[in-house]
Every structure is written in C-alpha cells, then in structure tokens.
C-alpha cells in the first residue's frame, strides 16, 4: 500500500461546481504539500500545510493531522482548474517528499 | 514563473548514452531538489542537496548522479541510459531544506530511444 494515497484518480465537472480531492497518509508527518501540474507539465505549489486550514482565492486546503487525512477544494470550478493536483508529504523529521499518485481534475465550460 | 530554471527543456539520445541536466535554484534558495516523474511510477524524490552536501537520497540508481556547486546551481548526471529512464526531470530549490515550500522548476524532458 502507498503510504500517501489520493482519491478520486479522475475527476470531472462542470463549470461553476464545489469540488473536494482527497489524501490520507499512514506515515508520521511534518507537512503536507498540494501541488498543481498543469496539461504542459510545469509544477505549481499551492499550499503547505501541518495544521489548519488556507485559502487562497478560489481553493481551500485543509487538514486533519490526527485522521492523518486532508482535502484539497475547489469552489466555483473553472476550466482553467484542468490540472493534475498532487498531494505529497514531508515525513516527520523528515525533508523529502513522498506523492500521491495525482488527481486529474477536468472542469468543462 | 517560480525562479528556478532548468537546462535543457528537451533531450532525446540514445541508450547507453550519458546526458547532464542542470538546474539553477531561486536567488537565496540554498536547498535543491531532483524528482523522476515517469508515467508507470508518478513523481519520486531522487536527491537533495543544502549548500554544496547531500543531504538525503531516495529512489535513485547508481548510473545517476548528481552535485550543488558553489554557486548553487545543480547537475543531474544520467549514465549509461536506458528506456526505462525516459521521463521528465524536474529540480525544485527551497531556502534551507527543512521540510518548507518548494519550488518547482519547469522540467527536462528526457527521452532515450
């Protein structure tokens, strides 16, 4: 089994809909990473969190250490959302990454 | 545009060829990063680097190699190629390495044929 692992692997919606990705981890961790991987490749950080809530714009991350669990959501979905998000985490005392398998969001207009 | 830059974009060799991937952190970042991202096996970490010295190793094969010079700046020595290597290279720099934000450059993307 991964140690972090991500649900769904595919998403679709349509414009303007709430969406929610998961990712639960069995390790001990640090800090959880999201990452956005656009259809061109390029890696984008989104948030980093070991406690808590962000937000930033449209997207909310949240986390719940001791469900060793966090969701990634997306309000007011747009076609320009299409991406592949990543969750990764920094093991407890720990500084490399360990990835989720992805989530492939596709927004339709 | 996330202040890391890699070198080159694109590659295409031969097996058994030897490539060099170079990767220059943000300006004040002293930490970098090298990850595979292969279509069978998703993004693995490979190697990390603070200031000149390795610091952690993961999943990385003894044909591949890698040194932060003085400058910062990173190269990613991949030997001995195969088809299996075939996948994008991204470096990713943060300021010190102790599990903070990273940030990731656009990617080399290598293809041995």
């Known amino acids: 089994k991964n140690e972090v692992e991500q649900s769904p692997q595919n998403l679709t919606a349509q414009e303007g809909e709430f969406i929610t990705i998961n990712c639960s981890y069995s390790?001990?961790?640090?800090?959880l990473h999201w990452l956005q991987q656009h259809p061109g490749g390029g890696i984008v950080s989104l948030f980093m969190?070991?406690?808590g809530k962000k937000k930033h714009g449209r997207l909310i991350a949240t986390i719940n250490i001791q469900e060793k669990h966090s969701s990634l959501h997306i309000t007011a979905s747009h076609p320009r959302d299409s991406a592949v998000y990543i969750c990764?985490?920094?093991?407890?005392?720990?500084?490399?990454?360990?990835f989720g398998g992805g989530t492939r969001v596709l927004v339709k207009p | 545009d996330s202040g890391v830059t890699q070198t080159p974009k694109h590659l295409i060799t031969a097996t058994g060829q030897r490539v060099t991937l170079r990767c220059s952190p943000r300006?004040?970042?002293?930490?970098v990063y090298w990850y595979q991202q292969s279509l069978d096996q998703g993004l693995q970490f490979l190697i990390h680097?603070?200031?000149?010295?390795?610091?952690a190793k993961g999943n990385i094969l003894e044909r591949f190699s890698a040194q932060q010079f003085p400058d910062l700046h990173s190269e990613l020595n991949l030997s001995s190629l195969e088809l299996g290597d075939s996948a994008l290279y991204f470096c990713?720099?943060?300021?010190?390495?102790?599990?903070?934000?990273?940030?990731f450059g656009p990617g080399t993307r290598l293809l041995v044929l």
């Open positions: 990713a720099s943060s300021v010190t390495g102790a599990g903070e934000t990273q940030y």
């Open positions: 390790v001990g961790i640090s800090a």
């Open positions: 969190l070991s406690s």
């Open positions: 990764a985490v920094f093991k407890a005392a720990g500084n490399k990454l360990t």
């Open positions: 300006s004040g970042d002293l930490s």
């Open positions: 680097y603070y200031n000149g010295e390795e610091r």
